[in-house]
């Protein structure tokens, strides 16, 4: 079945260390995205990525870092310079980056850091 | 700019009754696309429905439907004789075509609890 992996599903840190959330999908989507999803709010656009090699900045992109080395894998580094780092993080994919796909989902990273 | 509008935080409603979620929209492109997910509480944001700008028909699929009127920029979402697995946070979004990457821009959602 095609899908978007993430993982771990929970992520446990301490404060001033960074951390990678996987994003992987086999639906050789071209765009990836990740989102951030803090409770009672929708959803904020951090990276996006429209073809491998590429990636831009989203709403809030600040203390977050993106790499797009293969088509299927889009890893979000968390670094010690996000303030607020704790929430639940998505990752997402379209057929392209046009706007006119849905995104598909993954099921999601729950990232606690103390 | 765009923007969404989910003005109902949270709805209860006990099973079998109809609900409306509303969701109102603002953008000045005139080619736009308007979507609905699902968020159950596994996490996962589910795609339900995708409407664009220049059909304005309005769907039904199953015990879903929605409504859509430019008129009124409102994409609302009806739920007929609403079940237990209703339950669930809903969002609306909002893509615009000349917005390309930065697409989609997503209501706070409507937390929905159906009572059984």
């Known amino acids: 079945d095609g899908g978007i992996t993430q993982s771990p599903k929970y992520l446990f840190r301490k404060e001033g260390q960074n951390v990678t959330l996987s ?11 990740w989102y951030r999803q803090d409770p009672g709010q929708g959803l904020r656009l ?8 590429d990636f831009q900045k989203g709403d809030i992109a600040e203390g977050y870092s993106v790499s797009r ?14 303030k ?5 993080y998505l990752c997402a994919s379209s057929i392209d980056y046009l706007g006119n796909s849905p995104l598909h989902f993954g099921n999601g990273t729950r990232l606690t850091v103390t | 700019a765009q923007k969404v509008t989910q003005a109902q935080t949270e709805i209860s409603v006990v099973e079998k009754e109809d609900v409306t979620l509303d969701c109102v929209y603002e953008t000045r492109d005139t080619t ?5 997910y699902k968020q159950p509480p596994s996490g996962e944001l589910v795609f339900l ?3 664009n700008s220049f059909d304005e028909q ?3 699929s199953g015990r879903y439907s929605w409504n859509f009127q430019k008129s009124t920029s409102s994409f609302n979402f009806t739920i007929t004789a609403s079940q237990v697995v209703d339950s669930a946070v809903y969002f609306c979004a909002l893509s615009e075509a000349q917005n390309y990457g930065q697409n989609f821009v997503f209501g706070p959602g409507t937390r929905l609890s159906v009572l059984p």
């Open chain 1, 23 to 33: 994003c992987e999908q086999n639906l050789n989507h071209d765009a990836m995205y």
């Open chain 1, 46 to 53: 951090i990276y996006y990525s429209q073809i491998v090699n």
């Open chain 1, 84 to 88: 607020n780092p704790t929430a639940f």
């Open chain 2, 49 to 51: 429905i995708r409407r």
């Open chain 2, 58 to 60: 309005n769907e039904i």
């Open chain 1, 69 to 82: 080395e293969k088509k299927e894998s889009f890893p979000l580094t968390v670094t010690s310079a996000q």
């Open chain 2, 32 to 36: 736009y696309y308007l979507f609905w």
